[in-house]
C-alpha cells in the first residue's frame, strides 16, 4: 500500500502510477470512448497525500468539467485501486507560473499577419457560459480543439441570434495555441475572407493546426471565393487540418451556395446553438457585470427578461451602469425599467433580422426562401408583409430595405408597402397577421410564434 504522507520516491511514484492505472482500467469501460478520450486520458494523478487524490487537468476548463461531470466516477475507481481515498481534488496549473510562455506565445502569435492575429485571447472554452441551449457545441468544440482533425471535421455551428458561435470559434483557436505557443490557428471572417482569398491567405502553408471561418453565409452569390475555399477545403482535409465554419443559417439555407461547397460544409457535424433562455442570459448579465455597482437580483432578473437578444440586455446594461456611476440615476428596478422601455421603443433598421426571423417563423418559411426572387404566392405574401414591416416597424429606407431583399429597386419596396397598408383596411386575415406579427416582434404576445 502506497503511504500517502511521505515524500514521493523512484517506487512510490510507480506505484502512483499503476493505482492510476488500475483506476482507469475500471473506469474505461462504463464511458464512451470519445468520453474517456477528452476528458479522462488527459488527467494525471499527482499526489495521494492524507487520503486525498490530487488530479492534475490540463486547463482550467477541462479541470472544471472533470470536477462537475466525472468525481463520482473517479472517486469510486480510484478508492478501489487503493483503497484509500476520501477526497479527490482536480487542479491545473495556474496562469501566474505561465506568465513567461504566455508572454512568449503573445510575441510568436500576435506578431502574425491579421489573419492569425484575429483571434480574441479573452474567448475562451472557461469564459464560456454553458448552458442546455449550447451544451451540445461546446462539447463538439472542445472535442475538435483537442482532436484537430480526427473527429468533426469539419465541424459547422449555426445559430440565428447572438449565442455564442463566435465565441467558440475563438475558444478554439485559444485553445489550439494554449497546447502549443507555436501553433497557427487561422481565424478570419467570410467578409475577410472574401476581400483576401487570391493571395494574402497561406491556407496552403503546412504548420496550420486549424482554418476557421465565422459568418459563412457571406460568401453566397460569390463563385470565386467559394471555388478557392473548396480548393483550400480539400487540400487542408486530405491533410487533417481541423476546419470550423459558423453561420447564422445551415448549409443548406445559404442561397447561391455551390451544391459542392455546401457538401463539404455538411461532411462533418452540423450543430446549432439554441437562443438563450432566461437563466443563460441571467448568467452572461451576472458574468459582464462590471462589479463597480450592487446590482439588485430584481434589476438583473428585469435586464435579462428585456429581450431574447442577449446584446439587447447587455446594452441596457452597459447604459445602466455608465448612468449609475455618473451619478444620474439610482440602481434600481426602475431606472432599469426606464432604459429598457427607451430601447424596446426604437426598433431601428438593424433590426431588420429580428423581424425577418418572426416573420419567418410565423408563415413557416425559411430566411432564404423569404429574402429570395420567387414568387409563388406563398412566399410572395409574407414577403410583402417582411418589406411592410421592416418599414413601419424597422424604420428601414426603400433602398435598405431593398438590399436586403436581394438587391430589389425601391419602386418594388414602396409597391409591397402599399399593398400591405391598403389590405389592411379591407383583408381581416391581413390586418390579424400585422397585429399578431407586431406583438411578437416588440415582445408583447404571450401566444405561439407560428401562425394558426
Not at 492510476?20 to 488527467?43: D, F, Q, T
Not at 494523478?45 to 487537468?57: H, P, R, S, T, V
Amino acid at each position: 500500500m502506497l503511504k500517502t504522507d511521505q515524500p514521493l520516491t523512484c517506487e512510490s511514484m510507480k506505484e502512483l502510477r499503476g493505482i492510476w492505472e488500475k483506476a482507469l482500467e475500471g473506469i474505461r469501460p462504463v464511458i464512451s470512448e470519445k468520453e474517456y478520450s477528452l476528458w479522462i486520458s488527459v488527467l494525471v494523478l499527482g499526489e495521494l497525500k492524507d487520503n486525498i487524490a490530487l488530479i492534475q487537468a490540463p486547463n482550467k476548463f477541462v479541470a472544471e468539467w472533470v470536477t462537475e461531470r466525472y468525481l463520482k466516477t473517479l472517486e469510486k475507481y480510484l478508492n478501489e485501486a487503493s483503497g484509500s481515498i476520501n477526497q479527490i481534488r482536480v487542479s491545473f496549473e495556474s496562469v501566474k507560473k505561465k506568465t513567461s510562455t504566455s508572454r512568449t506565445r503573445d510575441r510568436l502569435f500576435y506578431k502574425k499577419k491579421s489573419f492569425f492575429s484575429n483571434i480574441n485571447p479573452s474567448l475562451t472554452f472557461s469564459s464560456f457560459i454553458s448552458s442546455k441551449t449550447n451544451k451540445l457545441a461546446l462539447t463538439v468544440s472542445v472535442a475538435a480543439a483537442s482532436a484537430q482533425g480526427d473527429i468533426y471535421n469539419p465541424l459547422y455551428i449555426f445559430c440565428k441570434h447572438s449565442a455564442g458561435k463566435t465565441h467558440l470559434l475563438n475558444a478554439i483557436g485559444n485553445y489550439i495555441i494554449s497546447k502549443n505557443v507555436m501553433a497557427r490557428p487561422a481565424y478570419l471572417s467570410a467578409k475577410d475572407f472574401k476581400k483576401n482569398y487570391k493571395s494574402t491567405i497561406p491556407y496552403d502553408q503546412h504548420d496550420l493546426e486549424a482554418f476557421i471561418i465565422d459568418d459563412i453565409e457571406v460568401l453566397g452569390g460569390n463563385k470565386k471565393a467559394q471555388q478557392r475555399l473548396i480548393n483550400i477545403f480539400d487540400k487542408l482535409h486530405q491533410g487533417g487540418v481541423q476546419m470550423v465554419f459558423a453561420g447564422k443559417i445551415p448549409p443548406r439555407d445559404i442561397q447561391e451556395m455551390d451544391p459542392r461547397l455546401k457538401s463539404r460544409l455538411e461532411g462533418g457535424l452540423v450543430c446549432e446553438i439554441m437562443n438563450h433562455d432566461m437563466e443563460t442570459r441571467l448568467k452572461i448579465l451576472k458574468n459582464r457585470a462590471s462589479g463597480g455597482n450592487r446590482i439588485p437580483e430584481s434589476v438583473m432578473e428585469a435586464l435579462a427578461e428585456a429581450s431574447n437578444d442577449i446584446k439587447t440586455s447587455i446594452r441596457c446594461l452597459v447604459r445602466l451602469e455608465t448612468l449609475c456611476s455618473m451619478g444620474r440615476i439610482p440602481m434600481d428596478f426602475t431606472s432599469a425599467k426606464m432604459i429598457i422601455d427607451e430601447e424596446n421603443s426604437k426598433l431601428k433598421a438593424t433590426d431588420m433580422e429580428q423581424i425577418i426571423d418572426k416573420i419567418c417563423r410565423y408563415f413557416h418559411v425559411s430566411y432564404e426562401e423569404l429574402t429570395s426572387k420567387r414568387r409563388n404566392k406563398s412566399i410572395s405574401y409574407p414577403r410583402h408583409i417582411a418589406m411592410y414591416l421592416s418599414r413601419t416597424l424597422g424604420g428601414g429606407s426603400y433602398s435598405k430595405i431593398g438590399k436586403f431583399f436581394s438587391n430589389r429597386d425601391k419602386s418594388t419596396i414602396s409597391y409591397s408597402v402599399e399593398k400591405i397598408k391598403n389590405e389592411i383596411s379591407f383583408k381581416k386575415d391581413t390586418r390579424d397577421d400585422i397585429v399578431n406579427l407586431t406583438r411578437l416582434i416588440s415582445g408583447s404576445s404571450t401566444t405561439s410564434e407560428s401562425r394558426r
